[in-house]
């Protein structure tokens, strides 16, 4: 347990010097821990605070800790410095959590929605912003919507024209996430490593095969082998994203209609009784419907969510005859159906 390879590193990740780093990790492996520490020694070598985000209030409240437990924040990570002293303290309104060491703000507790009330706030000692657990999992919690956007302001708040560095942490939950589309972005399955944008962007895949290893042989372990969650916190796989119903159109498949999905449009293909949803589509066909009054414009026609098109699209997926041309379609069209509770 005390070889230093054990647990999750930072320092290849930070050698790369990118703006904006994504690790995506097995759960368990240390991330959170790995940059915590970081951002205590980076005060302490160069007097740098640090910004450290979650998606909501609720979330903050539950990383950053309540009256019962005020330091929760700082509870597993403290034993690193024996020589001094940490607590959290709130601000006057509660949105921004202040995270001290030995009565000195170290760094900043704050959430996406808390950008706005950022603006006109002078930040320029922070040089570090870590936004924990970027991708949602399985537990209700859902993407802020046009959340890259939040981030973003909520960077310029910060940072300013400065050098920054931007650090999201996630479990291997779902490849299918608003920042791998907004930036054009993949994960390195070829290596861990993967660069964007001219070195601005450094996405990390976690590859721990001591951890792995360590963690397959205790009881635990033993316990989840052969399921599904051995494959997201053991082998670093995304759990939410099975290949059922994952299909290419053929190439019989004539275009019944396009739809468009926060501004990205699809085509939605049938051949007999099959139905694929592709990236695909005819921008000259004379039917393009959304559901969304944003990607609406004078092309499209702006339905509710019993029409039918979404009866069609319903129908073939009770009938199992759905198939979608990739998981980031599959995600969206799913959604979609969620959202308008026409699973019912």
């Known amino acids: 347990m005390n070889d230093k390879n054990f647990y999750y590193d930072p320092s290849r990740l930070l050698s790369y010097n990118a703006f904006m780093s994504f690790v995506i990790g097995e759960r368990g492996v240390g991330k959170t821990y790995g940059f915590k520490k970081f951002c205590i020694n980076h005060y302490i070598k ?38 001094h002293e940490f607590s959290v303290e709130n601000d006057e ?9 030995d009565n000195k703000i170290i760094g900043y507790g704050m959430s996406l929605k808390s950008a706005e009330s950022l603006k006109g706030t002078e930040y320029n000692d922070v040089d570090t912003i870590v936004m924990d657990e970027f991708l949602v999992g399985d537990g209700g919690s859902r993407y802020i919507k046009d959340e890259p956007m939040y981030l973003l302001s909520l960077i310029e708040s910060i940072a300013r024209f400065r050098k920054i560095r931007v650090i999201l942490l996630g479990n291997a939950t779902s490849i299918v996430n608003p920042y791998f589309d907004f930036f054009n972005i993949h994960l390195p399955y070829k290596s861990e490593f993967k660069t964007f944008k001219d070195g601005t962007i450094v996405v990390q895949y976690v590859k721990n095969e001591i951890y792995r290893k360590a963690k397959k042989e205790s009881e ?7 399921t599904r969650y051995e494959s997201y916190a053991v082998e670093n796989l995304f759990v939410n994203d099975t290949n059922t119903f994952i299909k290419k159109k053929s190439k019989k498949a004539r275009l019944f209609c396009n739809i468009i999905l926060n501004n990205v449009m699809y ?12 990236k695909k589509y005819n921008c000259n066909y004379n039917v393009n419907i959304t559901f969304d009054y944003k990607s609406h414009n004078e092309k499209t026609l702006l339905l509710k969510s019993r029409n039918v098109f979404m009866q069609n699209i319903v129908k073939h997926y009770q009938n ?11 995600h969206a069209i799913l959604d979609l159906l969620k959202r308008t509770n026409r699973f019912i």
């Open 46 to 83: 160069k007097g740098k605070k640090f910004a450290w985000l979650r998606r909501f209030g609720t979330d903050l409240g539950e990383t950053f800790g309540d009256p019962k437990e005020p330091d929760k924040f700082f509870k597993g990570i403290k034993k690193e410095f024996p020589r």
């Open 93 to 101: 309104k509660g949105k921004i959590k202040y995270a001290m060491m």
């Open 220 to 226: 635990f372990g033993r316990l989840i082998a052969g």
């Open 267 to 278: 085509g939605v293909w049938i051949d007999n009784l099959e139905m694929y949803i592709s």
């Open 320 to 330: 199992a005859t759905l198939y979608f041309e990739n998981q980031n379609i599959k």
